[in-house]
């Protein structure tokens, strides 16, 4: 019978065991390990994925909220974004509520835009909404509750716009005085630098209102603007609110930029009364062929008590916006294209230069049309000052404003 050795058996068997203990004895700690510094922190695994562990982590947002303040909800974000920089974090989907400038998402009250990526200085960077470390402002406030950063200076709770009336007059509280007309400037971020703004009093009445332009150097950064504006309509009561707001390029609606508390201040001053003056338009009815195109009817119209340099601007302002309803429904027609801007007017004693923009020419033709425009505009003037001189110019260009 045939012999078989066990050495070779046992050889392996020895190699086995020995590559066992090998393996065991590096995966055991062992004196020859250098200490751990005390310098290193503790790291910690994040993973956000219930409302408990967002809360634990200072980022209790629900959808509702995030949206109603202007806010984007993002449901399968980066676990990754907000997290400490010594802590290690899982990719994994984690509800947030995100925010940025350029996509004109802003953070409810009581939350501040962070973590903002790829780089905080880039316009397009996106951020998350955290709870705000020196909350001041109550929940219920709206976003576009402005905070007055200094005297007369008004920052939007999402640091977009600004209004800035610093350099005007204020009241004891620093609030803005809005006499008639007014001027506000500031700055803003808005989707293709248009917006609009408005004035109204205490009960809701509408006082002004026009369309601004914000002077931005390129997309996503800030713009400048200074608008000049009138009231069209009698204030109910001396305080007010100017709101910017622009139109939703994805459904049209009203979006809030700033709202700002002023005070309509001509109705706090002692003997404020109405100043009454006439404005001046064809009437298709009261001359029905136009037989002279330079006959124009007075309209009444009446304001609140003024500085009198201030009467010629007001006037040209009340002409400019036209007939009213009921005095078109009665013949009254305005010959000046609609949409022209407010002229720069000089008064040189006894002669009223007026200086348009080319927004006085746009659609004119015919000499008749230009007599009336002519006619309305001098009309209007020497009403308030009788026997003064008018300039129309376009452009400071005189000779070729109002030409057939």
């Given at each position: 019978?045939?012999?078989?050795?066990?050495?070779?058996?046992?050889?392996?068997?020895?190699?086995?065991?020995?590559?066992?203990?090998?393996?065991?004895?590096?995966?055991?700690p062992h004196s020859a390990s250098a200490p751990e510094s005390k310098s290193v922190k503790k790291q910690t695994v994040v993973v956000a994925t219930n409302t408990a562990q967002l809360i634990d982590s200072g980022l209790d947002i629900t959808r509702d909220t995030c949206n109603k303040g202007g806010g984007h909800w993002n449901s399968c974000a980066s676990s990754c974004r907000g997290a400490e920089k010594n802590e290690v974090c899982i990719q994994v989907c984690k509800e947030q509520c995100e925010c940025g400038s350029l996509a004109h998402w802003s953070c409810p009250v009581g939350y501040e835009c962070t973590d903002l990526l790829p780089d905080a200085q880039d316009p397009a960077a996106i951020g998350i909404c955290t709870k705000s470390q020196n909350q001041t402002q109550p929940q219920s406030q709206a976003k576009s509750q402005p905070q007055i950063a200094s005297s007369g200076i008004f920052k939007s709770t999402d640091g977009l716009t600004i209004i800035d009336q610093s350099q005007r007059d204020l009241n004891e509280k620093g609030i803005p005085l809005f006499y008639?007309?007014?001027?506000?400037?500031?700055?803003?971020?808005?989707?293709?630098?248009?917006?609009?703004?408005?004035?109204?009093?205490?009960?809701?009445?509408?006082?002004?209102?026009?369309?601004?332009?914000?002077?931005?150097?390129?997309?996503?950064?800030?713009?400048?603007?200074?608008?000049?504006?009138?009231?069209?309509?009698?204030?109910?009561?001396?305080?007010g609110t100017l709101e910017l707001f622009y139109y939703s390029p994805e459904d049209g609606s009203e979006k809030t930029l700033i709202k700002v508390p002023v005070q309509l201040a001509q109705m706090n001053k002692e003997g404020t009364h109405l100043r009454k003056f006439k404005i001046y338009f064809s009437n298709?009815?009261?001359?029905?062929?136009?037989?002279?195109?330079?006959?124009?009817?007075?309209?009444?119209?009446?304001?609140?008590?003024?500085?009198?340099?201030?009467?010629?601007?007001?006037?040209?302002?009340?002409?400019?916006?036209?007939?009213?309803?009921?005095?078109?429904?009665?013949?009254?027609?305005?010959?000046?294209?609609?949409?022209?801007?407010?002229?720069?007017?000089?008064?040189?004693?006894?002669?009223?230069?007026?200086?348009?923009?080319?927004?006085?020419?746009?659609?004119?033709?015919?000499?008749?049309?230009?007599?009336?425009?002519?006619?309305?505009?001098?009309?209007?003037?020497?009403?308030?000052?009788?026997?003064?001189?008018?300039?129309?110019?376009?452009?400071?260009?005189?000779?070729?404003?109002?030409?057939?």
């Open positions: 019978m045939k012999q078989y050795s066990l050495i070779p058996s046992t050889l392996v068997v020895s190699t086995i065991i020995f590559i066992l203990f090998i393996g065991i004895y590096l995966l055991l008639n007309p007014f001027i506000f400037e500031g700055s803003t971020i808005v989707f293709e630098n248009q917006f609009q703004w408005r004035v109204s009093d205490q009960k809701g009445n509408l006082i002004a209102s026009g369309q601004g332009y914000a002077d931005s150097p390129d997309v996503g950064l800030p713009g400048h603007f200074s608008i000049k504006g009138f009231f069209d309509a009698l204030p109910q009561s001396s305080d298709s009815k009261k001359d029905p062929n136009l037989l002279d195109c330079s006959k124009v009817y007075p309209v009444e119209r009446q304001t609140l008590d003024d500085e009198l340099d201030q009467i010629a601007p007001i006037n040209i302002h009340a002409l400019l916006r036209g007939p009213t309803a009921n005095e078109k429904a009665l013949g009254y027609i305005s010959s000046l294209p609609e949409g022209v801007h407010e002229p720069k007017i000089i008064n040189n004693g006894d002669t009223f230069i007026l200086d348009f923009d080319d927004t006085l020419k746009q659609g004119v033709a015919g000499s008749c049309r230009v007599q009336a425009i002519r006619s309305q505009i001098e009309k209007t003037i020497q009403a308030a000052f009788p026997d003064s001189k008018v300039v129309i110019s376009v452009n400071g260009n005189t000779a070729e404003a109002l030409q057939p």
